[in-house]
Every structure is written in C-alpha cells, then in structure tokens.
C-alpha cells in the first residue's frame, strides 16, 4: 500500500496521464455525456441570468447540472493531490525553459504552478497583472465559445472522434499559442 | 447521487493534470517553445488512446449506460470559427497557462487567483454569446 502512494506521489509520466485522460473521455461517453469543459462558461452565463438579453444564453441550465459537477470534480481532484498526494508544486521543465525565462525576469521557473510574481492578487491592479489575468481570461472564454470548445472538446474528443472541425480549431489553438509566446510574452514577461 | 459519478471522474481527471504537471503555467510555456516532448506526450497518447476506444465504441454499437447508442454529435465544419475562435483561445491559453480544465484545477490546488481568470472567461463568453451574429462562422 505504501509503494503504491509513493508511486502515486511521484509525478506522473505522459505515458500514464495521456491514457488516462482517454479513459475519462470513455467514461463521459460510456454515461451518455460529452468531454468539454468550456461549456461551463456558457451554463454560467445563463446561470448568471445572461438568458433574459441574450438567446445564445437562453436554456435551461439544469440539463446541464452534469457538467458543472464535473468541473467540481477537478477543483475536489486538485484540492487531493495537493493535501494527500505529494503535493509538488515543480515541474520538471528544460533547462532551456529555465535559462530562457530567469531572463525574462521570472524567479525560480517551474518551482511555482503559476509564475506567482505575476499571478498574485496585488499585481491584479496593475497593467501587467490586468493583461495576464483579465484580459488572458476573457480570451480563454471569447475564444472556446466562439471555436466551439477547448482542449478536452476538441483536441481529445473532437481529434480522437478524427472530426475535421476539430483539427482546423487544435491548429488555431497553436498559431495563437506560437504568435503569443514568441512575440507578446517577451513584452509582457518583463513589463 | 447520480451526480456523484461525475464528482468522481472529475476528480480523477483532475488529479491526472495536476500529476502529469499539466496544469503547470510553465509546461504550457514550454511546450509552445518545443523545449520538451511532454506536453506532446500526454495530448498525443490520450489522442491515440482515444481513436482506438472511439473506433471500438463505433465498430461494436457500444451502447452507454442507459441503452442508448454512444455517438459523438459532429461538428459542422467551417474554416472561419475554427480557425479565428482557435486562434483568440491560444492567445489566451498561453497567456494564462491554463485552459478552462486546468482553471480549476489550479483553483483546487489553492492558486486562489485563478478565480479572477475563470470570471473573465465566463465574461469572453457572455460578450461572445452578445456578438455571436455579427461575427464570422
């Protein structure tokens, strides 16, 4: 038992996460649901009463119950790995990345989940702390909805179901991702 | 209680990324460097892994668990929504080093100020969900 937490404790290899990550999707499908979680934001809206001036938030968000315990889920699954299961914030990233971003101006990359000297509640009032958080946030949301999903929708399920939509939006998830760290982060990194 | 089975998946789900360090800002900035093959591991095999369960549930009828026939509902193909939409998601993904799985996530492991991203996002929807007929799909 003690060999098993232990190994449990280790971070885990791609080799293990990427099947799992499957056997989640299977699981959604197996109980007659589907794997995303961007649509979250949408039940939100509606929640939030976004139905009464706007159609696209007009359901009804009960239907959608599933998927908003699901999301609990992963907040309940990140609040077990960091009391129980040897909660290590490092990631083992290259020594390029490190090298790379100490000069950007991070302290000790890879040792934090998030770079905390930018993701902090006091930098919120900056401009830099604004653009990360704020404006980083509206575009993960504009940007699901608009593609009709996330990660979990589109680059498991969609590319995994060989969906050609689903390709077009993992490519567009990547011109962004390359344009923003390549030629913004610079700037903002050291802001 | 039929809720409890998605708490549960949630929870394995989410101990997965937090173990595998994909819910770390850093492997999403080195992944879009290519300075590691991680990130590309985890993404790929869980897409192989996936193909293959998608091609059995398909080649064999697998019903789900109330009887009925499992199906992904395909998505109409366009280039603009996929395209534009993908591209102002990867903006903000590398911005934020999460996508909306991994904000709460990040949010369970005591990253309080994730909050502040997740709200904004349920905003980017609710102005999407504003502009949805003036934009192109």
Redesign the interface.
């Known amino acids: 038992m003690n060999n098993i937490l232990e190994w449990i404790s280790q971070p885990w290899p791609w080799y293990v996460a990427g099947p799992l990550i499957a056997l989640v999707m299977f699981s959604m499908l197996f109980f007659g649901k589907s794997f995303g979680l961007s649509a979250n934001l949408r039940t939100m809206c509606s929640i939030l009463g976004a139905g009464k001036s706007c159609e696209f938030f007009d359901f009804d968000w009960k239907t959608q119950t599933w998927n908003l315990v699901f999301a609990l889920g992963l907040v309940l699954g990140g609040l077990i790995s960091h009391l129980y299961l040897g909660y290590e914030p490092a990631a083992n990233i290259s020594e390029t990345t490190i090298t790379e971003l100490q000069a950007l101006g991070i302290n000790n990359p890879g040792e934090t989940l998030v770079p905390t000297e930018i993701f902090n509640w006091e930098n919120l009032l900056s401009v830099q702390g604004f653009i990360f958080m704020v404006v980083g946030g509206f575009l993960v949301g504009f940007g699901t909805r608009y593609a009709g999903g996330c990660t979990s929708g589109h680059a498991i399920s969609g590319l995994s179901d060989l969906q050609p939509a689903s390709l077009v939006a993992v490519i567009g998830f990547f011109i962004g991702g390359l344009i923003m760290t390549y030629f913004i982060l610079p700037y903002l990194l050291v802001m | 209680m039929k ?1 409890l ?29 290519f ?17 293959i ?2 091609q059995l ?1 398909k080649r064999n009828n ?1 019903k ?3 009887g ?1 026939p ?1 199906n ?8 603009a ?21 991994p ?12 909050l ?15 502009l ?1 007929d003036k ?1 192109p799909h």
């Open positions: 809720f089975r998605y708490l549960l998946i949630g929870a394995i789900f989410g101990i997965t990324l937090a173990k595998a360090e994909v819910i770390s800002w850093f492997r999403i900035y080195e992944m879009f460097k300075q590691s093959f991680h990130m590309y591991g985890v993404i790929g095999s869980a897409v192989v892994v996936g193909i369960v998608i549930i697998l789900s668990i109330d009925e499992i992904i509902p395909p998505k109409a193909f366009s280039w929504r996929y395209l534009i939409g993908g591209t102002i998601f990867g903006l903000g993904w590398a911005m934020t080093g999460a996508c909306p799985g904000m709460f996530i990040l949010v369970g492991n005591g990253v309080g100020v994730i502040v991203v997740i709200l904004s996002a349920v905003l980017g929807t609710f102005v999407y969900g504003k949805k934009l």
